[in-house]
């Protein structure tokens, strides 16, 4: 069984920067694709930000030249740098990511949520 630890969340002001970090718990995994999931009160879980194999990355329209996703393979890490930050940002930050296990299954994992809070 694969965990994903997360982490970097916290409290911030408008304008402000968080950088959130995603592990896995295990190493010599075969990570299809890592990704950013937010949950803000009374609405939807969302997509953020991805990054596949090969590097390829995807940002929601609401983040793009605020946020970077980027990973470290050796470390099976992913990372989301989050720059001027705003209130409509805070929400709860999951992480995600698809891993192909030994006999070639894709299985889906979620880290537990990291709060981040954007508030004068």
């Known amino acids: 069984q694969v965990q994903l630890v997360e982490s970097g969340g916290g409290l911030v002001q408008p304008g402000g920067s968080l950088r959130l970090s995603c592990a896995a718990s295990?190493?010599?995994?075969?990570?299809?694709?890592m990704g950013w999931y937010r949950q803000a009160p009374g609405k939807q879980r969302e997509l953020v930000a991805s990054?596949?194999?090969?590097?390829?990355?995807y940002y929601d329209d609401s983040v793009k030249g605020r946020f970077t996703i980027s990973r470290d393979n050796a470390k099976n890490t992913v990372y989301l740098q989050m720059n001027s930050l705003k209130p409509e940002d805070t929400a709860v930050y999951y992480c995600?990511?698809?891993?192909?296990?030994?006999?070639?299954?894709?299985?889906?994992?979620w880290g537990q949520g990291t709060q981040v809070t954007v508030s004068s």
């Open positions: 995600n990511a698809a891993i192909a296990d030994v006999t070639g299954v894709t299985r889906y994992y």
């Open positions: 990054i596949a194999r090969g590097d390829s990355t």
């Open positions: 295990r190493s010599s995994l075969s990570i299809i694709y």
